[in-house]
């Protein structure tokens, strides 16, 4: 993959302080990782960047909307997103990035590139399940939520051993006594 420039940070030049950068992701940053699961996006990443002498330490803060669908209507809706990371990068032999908050760059390295970790940073942010807040509040009306709850089991009968059934097995039930 591609690394882009502006998430390059050369920090040889830099002095040993804390320094600040700011990001703001929309979908041209997804399209680079080929990730297409938001419509669209807006989300902005605060990184602190603290030199140290024999070390990096970058603090990651992520805040703001992807506009995703619905795992339940597919209806489109702003999902908040609020994540952040703290990274320590050291020097060594050769470059490792095998632990989540660990990175090592070889000697002799002059600049680090945050790529990969705004994209996990706002990706991993997501929910597993993405529900639209109209569907919990019950404000939104869609075809889709009709039709479930048109298909969805409206009555219990009782059984003679005082169970409830669903009144669609019931009349499966009765297929076998027509015989």
């Known amino acids: 993959m591609k690394q882009l420039k502006e998430y390059t940070i050369p920090f040889v030049g830099l002095k040993q302080e804390l320094h600040q950068f700011e990001y703001q992701i929309e979908n041209t940053f997804f399209e680079h990782f080929e990730y297409d699961e938001f419509n669209a996006s807006a989300v902005k990443v605060d990184l602190e960047f603290n030199k140290k002498t024999t070390m990096l330490e970058l603090e990651f803060k992520a805040t703001g909307t ?37 990175l090592i760059l070889s000697h002799g390295e002059y ?28 404000t939104l009306e869609s075809e889709i939520l009709e039709k479930l709850e048109e298909l969805s089991p409206k009555e219990k009968t009782k059984t003679s051993d005082d169970e409830e059934t669903d009144p669609r097995w019931d009349k499966l039930k009765n297929l076998l006594n027509d015989k």
């Open 66 to 102: 992807v506009n995703v669908n619905c795992d339940l209507t597919n209806e489109p809706f702003d999902l908040p997103i609020e994540n952040d990371l703290f990274l320590v990068v050291k020097f060594g032999d050769e470059y490792n990035n095998e632990n989540e908050e660990l």
């Open 111 to 138: 600049e680090v590139n945050v790529q990969q970790y705004i994209y996990e940073l706002i990706v991993l942010a997501m929910p597993s399940k993405r529900v639209h807040p109209g569907v919990e509040n019950g």
